[in-house]
């Protein structure tokens, strides 16, 4: 069904998102509201040290519990890094993409904050720590039991807004690595409504599969492995340009630059490895999966790229869309005539 309202056209998709996006938001603010009076700071330190060299009251499982701990910090941000992938659908990507990518950052933060520090601090940081929906039993432990089931049903809808935008993400990804021949081309077809139709449908095929086993907390580091590298290398990237190519148009500039960049790439590796103190599993299972990546790049993937440089392939997309934008000019001009 989420496949298929994508597949209907990017509008009605991204209204459908922000629809359940907002329902989702209330539900965290509604919850806010309830505990805000409950609040004790002494909750957030109520977990008993391990005993192990380094732990405190303040850090029960030491340095070693906050490296494992990275991956689910990584998840309430995770997949905010597809926002830039909306920029061929924007109407001014210099000026749009930055202030979306921006605005998501500042209020995924300030959601962050509500759910890590507001619930533990109302119920307690050994309850929210062992709770598999946070949210709910906050409420049910600070007596809002009525609450607690709106929540519920409402927390379905975060759930929905997280395959909406993993969704849109994926698809773009996968189109426009298809379209540049890393990928088989028959992905980057598109359907009448101009959606990455089977770009849209392999990889959610794939991924129901993957689902039915169960493995959540694997499938979740597995991702933000997957993403940690993604980082990794966008911020390296980031560096190569500001060095290669000091004088490329920018239309919109990272504050601090190079240094800023520097940062995002030893975090980025830090919570990349932080993973592995979770489950080594998901840290090996993604590096394979990279392998097998690689070797069909390497054996085959390279003799079907559409150019040679990153470069080249924007100039043939340019150059494609002004072929296009000439035709759409010539139809409206003859429609006229023939009426």
Not at 144 to 173: E, K
Not at 187 to 215: C, D, N, Q
Not at 269 to 283: N, Q, S
Request: proline share 5%; glycine share 10%; no cysteine.
């Amino acid at each position: 069904m989420f496949v298929g309202i994508h597949l209907a056209g990017v509008g009605e998709a991204l209204k459908v998102m922000m629809v359940i996006s907002g329902l989702a938001v209330f539900a965290i603010l509604a919850t806010a509201v309830a505990l805000v009076g409950d609040f004790d700071s002494a909750n957030l330190f109520n977990i008993a040290p391990s005993g192990e060299a380094g732990t405190s009251e303040f850090l029960p499982f030491g340095w070693y519990g906050v490296w494992a701990a990275l991956p689910f910090a990584m998840w309430l941000f995770l997949a905010v890094e597809g926002v830039p992938l909306a920029a061929e659908e924007a109407k001014d990507p210099g000026r749009d993409m930055p202030r979306g990518i921006i605005g998501a950052m500042v209020f995924l933060l300030f959601t962050a904050l509500l759910v890590v520090v507001l619930l533990a601090g109302a119920a307690g940081a050994q309850t929210i720590g062992a709770s598999g929906v946070p949210l709910v039993d906050a409420l049910k432990v600070t007596g809002n039991p009525t609450l607690a089931t709106v929540i519920n049903v409402l927390g379905l809808a975060g759930l929905i807004a997280s395959f909406f935008s993993i969704i849109y993400g994926y698809s773009r990804l996968v189109f426009a690595l298809s379209r540049a021949g890393y990928l088989p081309k028959a992905l980057s077809l598109t359907s009448k409504r101009k959606a990455p139709m089977w770009a849209l449908i392999v990889p959610g095929a794939f991924g129901f599969l993957v689902s039915l086993t169960g493995e959540g907390d694997l499938i979740l580091g597995m991702a933000v492995v997957g993403a940690t590298i993604s980082y990794a290398l966008m911020s390296a990237s980031h560096i190569l340009l500001r060095i290669r190519q000091p004088g490329l148009a920018r239309p919109y500039k990272t504050p601090g630059g190079i240094m800023t960049s520097a940062i995002a790439l030893i975090l980025s590796l830090v919570a990349m490895t932080g993973v592995y103190a979770f489950d080594p599993r998901a840290f090996n299972y993604t590096i394979v999966l990279f392998v097998v990546g690689a070797v069909y790049y390497f054996a085959y993937g390279k003799n079907q790229l559409v150019a040679k440089s990153a470069d080249e392939e924007l100039a043939l997309v340019l150059d494609a869309e002004s072929s296009l934008d000439e035709e759409e000019a010539v139809i409206a001009r003859a429609r006229p005539s023939e009426a």
